[in-house]
């Protein structure tokens, strides 16, 4: 129960306004009155979206700008990307492929030896952007009417953009009887009596493609249809296709 201590008077009547703090305070229980301008609460969580809601309009259009040029960086850079993608792809995994073509035939034969083929070739590479490299492992092989009658390895060699080669594929002739006009033909002397052949040059490249920093294996397959005068000393080309 709350327990009141009467005002202290003096000797006239009126109240000291400083009494003796013996005499005020006793034990007891008290209430403390508190002004409320002097009571300070935690706000609730919904003051804080109302004051998100009346922030400044001049700090919102900054934010929006700032996001807006990010994404416009963001976009730029995956447009120059994909760009780069595309034009990396379309040289790389679509490139034209080289052009072949025949220019000599020589063929060397002695009384205790197979005949010995050399075949001299060009190749072009037609591609503005893209390097071609004709890598070890290429074989290659002649045919006379669907019979092999000399293989050998193909050379190695690179080439620029653009770029044009000449080079030797040297052939041994099989072990196997050569076909009767095969036969004839080396060993004509009359040169009157010539009779032209049509023979077939194969080719399989392991090759590498070049552009800029990226590279591309894969194995090339060329076939060359030649026509010659003759097998015998003085061999002229008359005509030849080559597909690859």
């Given at each position: 129960?709350?327990?009141?201590?009467?005002?202290?008077?003096?000797?006239?009547?009126?109240?000291?306004?400083f009494?003796?703090?013996?005499?005020?305070?006793?034990?007891?229980?008290?209430?403390?009155?508190?002004?409320?301008?002097q009571?300070?609460?935690?706000?609730?969580p919904?003051?804080?979206?109302?004051?998100?809601?009346?922030?400044?309009?001049?700090?919102?259009?900054?934010?929006?700008?700032?996001?807006?040029?990010?994404?416009?960086i963001?976009?730029?850079?995956?447009?120059?990307?994909?760009?780069?993608?595309a034009?990396?792809?379309?040289?790389?995994?679509?490139?034209?492929?080289?052009?072949?073509?025949?220019?000599?035939?020589?063929?060397?034969?002695?009384?205790?030896?197979?005949?010995?083929?050399?075949?001299?070739?060009?190749?072009?590479?037609?591609?503005?952007?893209?390097?071609?490299?004709?890598?070890?492992?290429?074989?290659?092989s002649?045919?006379?009417?669907?019979?092999?009658?000399?293989?050998?390895?193909?050379?190695?060699?690179?080439?620029?953009?653009?770029?044009?080669?000449?080079?030797?594929?040297?052939?041994?002739?099989?072990?196997?009887?050569?076909?009767?006009?095969?036969?004839?033909?080396?060993?004509?002397?009359?040169?009157?009596?010539?009779?032209?052949?049509?023979?077939?040059?194969?080719?399989?490249?392991?090759?590498?493609?070049?552009?800029?920093l990226?590279?591309?294996?894969?194995?090339?397959?060329?076939?060359?249809?030649?026509?010659v005068?003759?097998?015998?000393k003085?061999?002229?080309?008359?005509?030849?296709?080559?597909?690859?």
């Amino acid at each position: 129960m709350e327990e009141r201590v009467p005002p202290v008077t003096d000797a006239h009547g009126n109240a000291d306004l400083f009494p003796d703090s013996q005499n005020i305070f006793r034990s007891g229980t008290y209430v403390v009155q508190v002004p409320k301008d002097q009571i300070y609460r935690v706000p609730p969580p919904e003051n804080a979206l109302i004051a998100e809601r009346h922030r400044s309009p001049a700090q919102k259009k900054k934010s929006y700008r700032s996001r807006c040029f990010i994404l416009c960086i963001l976009i730029c850079i995956i447009a120059v990307i994909v760009a780069i993608a595309a034009a990396v792809s379309s040289r790389v995994l679509h490139p034209k492929s080289p052009i072949f073509h025949i220019q000599h035939l020589v063929v060397t034969k002695s009384s205790h030896s197979r005949p010995q083929y050399k075949i001299t070739l060009k190749a072009k590479n037609p591609n503005s952007h893209t390097g071609i490299t004709y890598e070890a492992g290429g074989h290659a092989s002649l045919s006379f009417k669907n019979h092999e009658i000399a293989d050998g390895d193909c050379p190695t060699f690179s080439q620029g953009q653009k770029d044009s080669t000449v080079f030797v594929v040297p052939l041994s002739g099989s072990k196997s009887a050569l076909p009767k006009e095969i036969e004839r033909s080396i060993k004509s002397q009359n040169s009157t009596a010539h009779t032209s052949l049509s023979l077939s040059l194969s080719m399989d490249y392991p090759i590498k493609r070049r552009v800029w920093l990226f590279k591309r294996g894969k194995r090339l397959a060329v076939l060359c249809n030649v026509t010659v005068d003759t097998l015998a000393k003085g061999t002229r080309v008359l005509s030849q296709e080559c597909h690859s």
